[in-house]
């Protein structure tokens, strides 16, 4: 059975940091890459942050860069993103999503049920 279960989420102030996991299970995990979005209330999902398990390389949206870091422990099957210096805008609930590549073509296969993070001002 496919498994892929975020955790981390909370609430913190602005400046503050959170870190989440996001943990899978029932699937190869080092043929994936793990994708991290994020859906604020009234607005799309939008991709925040993706790592390719076979090759480590990573990609961050314009509004985290510097501030988002991504990281995978391919022993434990789980990726963090760890999120620093935390903005109210960043609220929203946080999905993990795998996919064959980072790339925009490679459509999710698996998905997580989010964990909300919430940034008070």
């Known amino acids: 059975e496919v498994q892929v279960v975020e955790s981390g989420g909370g609430l913190v102030q602005a400046g503050g940091s959170l870190r989440l996991s996001c943990a899978a299970s029932?699937?190869?995990?080092?043929?994936?890459?793990i994708h991290w979005f994020r859906q604020a209330p009234g607005k799309e999902r939008e991709g925040v942050s993706c790592i390719s398990n076979s090759d480590g390389s990573t990609y961050y949206t314009d509004s985290v860069k510097g501030r988002f870091t991504i990281s995978s422990d391919n022993a434990k099957n789980t990726v963090h993103l760890q999120m620093n210096s935390l903005k109210p805008e960043d609220t929203a609930v946080y999905y993990c999503?795998?996919?064959?590549?980072?790339?925009?073509?490679?459509?999710?296969?698996?998905w997580g049920k989010g964990t909300l993070v919430t940034v008070s001002s």
């Open positions: 999503g795998a996919a064959r590549g980072c790339r925009p073509r490679y459509g999710m296969d698996y």
């Open positions: 029932g699937f190869t995990f080092d043929d994936y890459a």
